[in-house]
């Protein structure tokens, strides 16, 4: 039998908590779940107890002793760890935002209004160095962008190709009422609000369909062109009335979004992502074709329709993912982990490190993604007017 691939998770808190489950769902491919570090000593011992495993003090401990490192630490740190881990020959896991800008060494950085065409190059250039550290170590790149797994776009996906359809335009939306981690809501370790923290989910999935249509017609992928953007902050409006229900604790990010692309054939998507809706996080994408319409619908999912008529009843039963309350009518996800695509996200990185091919969600489409969004931002600094994408070759 084959060596289990050992693998590490870096973070310990939200996304490494899903990724040890999608991680413990794989099957077929032996791997070995080696253990976690993270910057905060007590978060990774209760992680490493919670699930018998090791707590590694240092980043680069854990490097020695797995063969891919699973990223799930805030996005500023996301490029200085993949680049590490590839300059010690380890295949790497990236949670999105791939990478970004953050203004690293910029003292009294404010990143709202900091120069936005700055900020474009150096995620570009971020990208690029990722890009290169892994091209020199010949180890895998996976983008954990769980969308391009979610049964419902890869159903469209299916869709699309088998019916030869055209794409026109998409439309989709990731919002909620507001992110946990306390990382996120300043730029100098999100590298943006909502545009890059939710937006990148429909975004990268529309990214991918195209890239897909253009595979499937002639092996060409579509690849997206232009951004026009606006940002809002609306929960620092000075009117802005707060009845407690929405997180408002943001230095200098967005939490209103709308991000306009055209593809190189002309055709458009358009992103919706706030940090200002009740009722659970709102993931959807619709796919308007030629030969078809599709509603990819990732959360809510009515598959339970649940009345509920007293909150505690439900105490110690999941429903979604930030309801908010459990009380009334809700439809509480039968699986989330599957229906989010973390469980078919693990399968394909484990399988593609297994048998040295590309995964689905890729490298190639993490950077159009980055330069995307950081395209938007300088759309949305000169009032939302049309910026082109920087190109790049997909020649790596
Ligand atoms: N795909 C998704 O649906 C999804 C959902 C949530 C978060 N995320 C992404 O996952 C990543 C982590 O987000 P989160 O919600 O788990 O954040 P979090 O604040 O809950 O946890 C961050 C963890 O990283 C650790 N950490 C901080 N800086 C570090 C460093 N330099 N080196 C090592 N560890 C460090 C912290 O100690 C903590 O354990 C982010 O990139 C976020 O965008 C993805």
Redesign the pocket.
Known sequence: MAEPIRVGI?????????HWEGLSRVYKVPIQLVGV????AA??EK?AQDKGVRAFDT?EQLCDAVDVVD????????E??AVQALERGKHVI????FTGYYGADISGFCGNTFPKEEMLREAVASCNRILTAAKASGKTVCY????IYAPAIQKEREILVKSGGQILWIIGEESHSG??????GSWK??GGGSL??KG??PLSAALYLKRVEGEARNGVPIRPVTASARTHEITRLKDFRDEGFLRTSYEDVEDFVQIHIKFSDGTVADIFSTELVLGGVHNWLEVVSNNHRTRCNLSPVNALETFNPKEDLFRDVYVSEKIGTKQGWSNPSADENWH?G?VHEFQDFMESIQDRRKPLSTIELARDTVAALYTGYLSAERGGIEVDIPAASEDL
């Open positions: 870096v973070g310990a808190q939200f996304a490494a908590r899903f570090t993270s910057r905060s978060s990774r992680f980043f990223i799930c630490s805030p996005p500023s740190s996301h200085p760890l990236v949670e999105k935002p954990a962008e769980n969308w992110s946990h981690s306390p990382y996120y370790s999100s890059v923290g990148c989910h989010h973390y």
